[in-house]
């Protein structure tokens, strides 16, 4: 079975590019002609679902040639109730006919038994009455918190040794990080021992372009956090969202590279599928434009 | 509008019981003729997650009498697909016809337009094409991970004016509670600090009853972890995992108590849901009985 963390880097390499789409369907924030067609077709949440899912796939097909991966969120979907579910699964599944790799923003986290019913519904394999397993969301990688402690991330890191791989969450890029993770333990701040405990967990899932099949989410809005995570995990892939609408910026990405394949997938959400609210152009093509312009910025990345 | 702590309250004091049943649905755990009935009906995940309602209905149904709440675990439902989230909505509408407040327990955590996407999938309210709101899982009350900060459990807490209530994760039953929880941060436990926030974000809202919507979940196996969380949350419901399956016990549970509807509600799941595997009874029957028994054990909270 194929590393998560060798397609990832391979998807990288092959595109150069280290540019994650988001993709957070917000029906406020779609051309109205698009929402107000399935509002014609009925409405109610399987519209919603229906549109969400209509505007992700033209996302995805117009930045499949720039983009290294697409991350949809899943609260975007699920507030859309069962439609929405399926709308995400289908997302996934348009992902993957384009060639690109999945991280499903979930942010999840429990123990036990329950923890091993999330990993199923994100990666799928829900045994089923009468026999064969449920295909769940079919996501190639995951986000997950690690505040219930170790054992509510070995439910996710015991699927690397299929194929899949996990994010978790370290030092976030919004102001209430400072409410836990930059706080002092053990003198020094909390993300850190995360950041160990993402070590400890990934050693064991290392692929042959040397990075690990479990990662970490660091912001780009704290530059020194960013650094003192890659000093404690030379071989994971960071994921660093907060870049464009959130206020990172490039230069907050410097020393990350770790490798050839630069051990880094940097995050944009609405910058890019809402790229069209500024430019009044295509929304598809806005989104392609916007994720090519992230890519140049960010070709640095792969080349320091 | 009501708070939500009011009719938890009330449900407390008319059952006289601080019992809520974990709904975690697992089908290698049912009757395995109630799955074959659904595997004869077409199988799949359709198949699955109408088991999965079935076997919670019938369950929440012979539970009503002596259960104040009831506590559907996400995971278990979405590992079925759609159907799966239709099947936790379905169960969502059982307990409200027989009368039972929901916590559903999802561990969700985002911040910003996204923490209000899952507070919208949980509570209802995204807006449709063509007008109109989603009904969401309509859950009275969710629980929330507090890892990213104040700024990830401030999209829930907007919702206790619209009767809503939040759990926030303080110090869980798990030995991953070590990881972080318990480490040391500003000379004491990192979970007071989690408690202090639970404090300030629910000091807004307080019913009729004196307790807070913001809620903060502590599990029994750590007695003196609940004394303190207590103690710094005297107007808090404490949601009390780790009854019964996980090892708890109601000596943990002495000095909780902070006013007439005792403050604390304690949650079993698979030593309720699945007692007919030891007793071989008729599997709702098994259910009430072993709820009314724990509702007897912990009797004693409510007259402390």
């Known amino acids: 079975m194929k590393h998560f963390s060798d397609v990832l880097a391979e998807s990288i390499i092959a595109k150069r590019s280290v540019v994650c789409v988001g993709l957070d369907p917000d029906l406020a924030q779609m051309p109205p002609e698009l929402v107000a067609g399935f509002a014609r077709s009925g409405g109610g949440e399987e519209a919603a679902a229906a549109c ?35 709308a995400l699964r289908a997302v996934v599944r348009c992902a993957h006919e384009h060639g690109l790799p999945v991280i499903l923003d979930a942010k999840r986290g429990d123990i036990s038994s329950t923890g091993r019913a999330y990993a199923r519904a994100l990666f799928g394999g829900a045994e089923l009455p009468g026999g064969g397993v449920a295909d769940g969301l079919a996501a190639d990688a995951v986000t997950a918190s690690p505040y219930l402690g170790e054992d509510s991330l070995t439910p996710f890191t015991e699927h690397c040794a299929q194929g899949k791989g996990v994010f978790v969450l370290t030092r976030t890029s919004n102001p209430g990080a400072a409410t836990l993770q930059e706080r002092e333990l053990d003198g020094r701040p909390m993300y850190l021992t995360v950041a160990e405990l993402v070590r400890r967990l990934g050693g064991g899932y290392i692929g042959e372009h040397g990075y690990s099949d479990v990662g970490a989410v660091a912001g780009a809005t704290a530059p020194e956090a960013l650094s003192a995570v890659r000093a404690i995990l030379p071989r994971a892939f960071i994921l660093v969202p907060g870049y464009g609408a959130q206020g990172g910026s490039v230069r907050n990405l410097a020393g990350l590279r770790a490798g050839e394949a630069a051990g880094v997938v940097v995050s944009a959400s609405r910058s890019v599928i809402y790229a069209w609210r500024d430019s009044g152009r295509e929304y598809a093509a806005a989104a392609a434009d916007a994720a090519r312009t992230m890519r140049d910025d960010l070709v640095g990345v792969l080349e320091a």
Chains 1, 2 share one sequence.
Request: proline share 9%; glycine share 6%.
């Open 52 to 86: 969400a899912e209509e505007f992700c796939c033209h996302v995805v097909s117009a930045v499949a040639e720039v983009a290294a991966v697409v991350k949809p969120q899943a609260a975007f979907f699920e507030q859309f109730g069962p439609p929405g579910w399926a």
